[in-house]
């Protein structure tokens, strides 16, 4: 049985996020996220429509990553 704590953390682990959501997350305008994406900066993943989902583990390594360029 999963406790409360645990289902929260599955919930979040599973969370996705759009273009527009995840970078205000980064702290980053939503372009500057396309622009990384099209350059091949940062791998992504795509929904069933074809569009760029962010989870919560891709989300903390861009800003990881985002730190070191500065």
């Not at 500057?32 to 929904?47: A, V």
């Not at 891709?58 to 360029?69: A, E, G, R």
Request: no cysteine; proline share 1%.
């Amino acid at each position: 049985m999963i406790n409360s704590s645990s289902k929260e953390e599955a919930m979040v682990k599973g969370r996705r996020y759009n273009l527009t959501k995840a970078a205000k997350r980064i702290g980053v305008h939503r372009l500057t996220l396309y622009y990384w994406m099209k350059k091949g900066w940062i791998k992504l993943h795509r929904d069933h429509r074809g569009f760029p989902v962010f989870t919560e583990a891709d989300i903390k390594k861009i800003i990881l990553w985002h730190k070191k360029l500065r």
